[in-house]
């Protein structure tokens, strides 16, 4: 079976510039997780989905992130305009209908804003 | 908010040692524990669940919950170095068995040869 699959992998940008992370879920799991890692501030939730809705955003640092999951094989995660700041490991989670909270991570995005 | 505390470490213990690794939590609500594995530069990685009090093992894994004092532990026996990572505790959030977890921050254990 294949996992949670995130591209890209790594992504090196200049402040200022639009970036835009993709997921796609585990085929078959309802809800999708945006986590963001740093070493300051851990393992944060910023936003999750269940069947494609938004169900809590409040973890979403500004109106510079948005996140939309158009279809349940796909999500994305825009930063507009980018900050040196928002450098850290932005991963994506799926979990499953009957799978009792247990979350399956994705190899995450590592973003560097220069 | 919700806390979830864990000791930073790092925790370091010889191989074949017993490591011991602890997490308190404030809400006596959450129904559904579990602990994550993380290596350097990889994503978490779910090695256990528990969801009663006591103790679940799974190889040379145990958890262990206590409800009523608010805390979960993993014992890990016979260390060995490739368990050498950052683990990371996680609930669930107000027993629901679905939805949002809420993790701590992680404790650092290496097992040295």
């Known amino acids: 079976d294949a996992g949670v699959i995130q591209s890209p992998r790594h992504e090196v940008t200049e402040m200022g510039q639009e970036v835009t992370l993709r997921c796609k879920p585990i085929?078959?799991?309802?809800?999708l997780f945006w986590y963001r890692q740093t070493m300051m501030r851990g393992l944060e939730l910023l936003i999750y989905?269940?069947?494609?809705?938004?169900?809590?955003d409040s973890g979403m640092p500004e109106d510079r992130f948005s996140a939309k999951m158009p279809n349940a094989s796909f999500s994305t995660l825009k930063i507009q305009p980018s900050e040196p700041r928002d450098s850290a490991v932005y991963f994506c989670?799926?979990?499953?209908?009957?799978?009792?909270?247990?979350?399956?991570f994705g190899p995450g995005t590592r973003l560097t804003v220069l | 908010q919700k806390e979830v505390e864990q000791n930073s470490g790092p925790l370091s213990v010889p191989e074949g040692a017993i490591a011991s690794l602890n997490c308190t939590y404030s809400?006596?609500?959450?129904?559904?524990f579990f602990w994550y594995r993380q290596y350097s530069g990889k994503s978490p990685e779910l090695i256990m669940s528990?969801?009663?009090?006591g103790d679940k093992e799974d190889g040379r894994f145990t958890a262990q919950l206590n409800k009523a004092s608010q805390y979960v532990s993993l014992l890990i026996r016979d260390s060995q170095p490739s368990d050498s990572a950052t683990y990371l505790c996680?609930?669930?959030?107000?027993?629901?068995?679905?939805?949002?977890?809420?993790f701590g921050r992680g404790t650092q254990l290496t097992v040295w040869p």
């Open positions: 809400d006596r609500v959450s129904q559904s």
């Open positions: 989670a799926s979990q499953g209908q009957n799978s009792y909270n247990e979350q399956f």
């Open positions: 085929s078959g799991h309802d809800y």
């Open positions: 989905f269940n069947n494609n809705v938004p169900i809590d």
């Open positions: 528990i969801y009663s009090n």
């Open positions: 996680a609930l669930d959030d107000r027993g629901s068995t679905l939805g949002r977890l809420y």
